[in-house]
């Protein structure tokens, strides 16, 4: 596995590394924001952790370059703690966030977690049609690729594994706190709006008209839902 770290401070960026790779992972470092964009776009990451504040661009306008043309994992680390600049990372396309100063055992736990999910699909049997549809909306696992009316849609990995949650079980409502705990994969200690900034993404990249959603649906009062046909409600 390959990993990609990008930070300023360069004692803290040695430590990630020498953890990293006594870990049995492969680590690339870079030091500022355009070097993360760079190295992500010529490099075949596996996940990649992004400072918030670093030089020439900071780390949400990183991740958002990044997901240009990339949904591999990010995890972004920062010194600040309050919610509204978690969920703006989150609105930027990253996938989770660590709070400076943290205990790198945390981190690692975090990092195999994200890593497990993003590949379990691959390592599935997965019979000849594995793919998962509702309406024009189709994900398919082994790829992790998803298409809205036959044209690709690209998704994070935490969108893609929410998607295909809500997917494989039509109909079944989920608490926000049960889809932290299912779909990020351990004990997320963090704001429940989490879930709803992903929803909202999706619903923009999949549904055709968001404002008023086909498939993923909202059970007030309760949580979220797959609608897999228009009888459901």
Sequence with gaps: ??????????????????????????????CDGEQAVELARNGDFDLIILDLM????????????IREFSNVPVIMLTAKSEDADKIIGFECGADDYVTKPFNILELKARIRAML???GSAGREKKDKDSRLQAGHIVLDPV????????????LTAKEFDLMELLLRNPGRVYSRESLLDLVWGYEYQ????????????????????????????TKWGVGYYLRASKADT
């Design 1 to 30: 596995m390959k990993i990609l770290v990008v930070d300023d401070e360069k004692v803290l960026v040695k430590g990630i590394r020498f953890n990293l790779e006594n870990e049995g992972y492969e680590v690339e470092v870079g």
């Design 54 to 65: 670093m030089p020439k661009i900071d780390g949400l306008q990183a991740c958002m370059k």
């Design 116 to 118: 497990r999910r993003a």
């Design 143 to 154: 790829r992790r690729s998803a298409s809205r009316d036959g044209e690709e849609v690209e």
């Design 190 to 217: 963090g704001d429940y709006r989490t879930v709803d900034v992903h929803v909202r993404r999706l619903r923009e990249k999949l549904e055709l008209n968001p404002a008023a959603p086909e498939y993923i649906m």
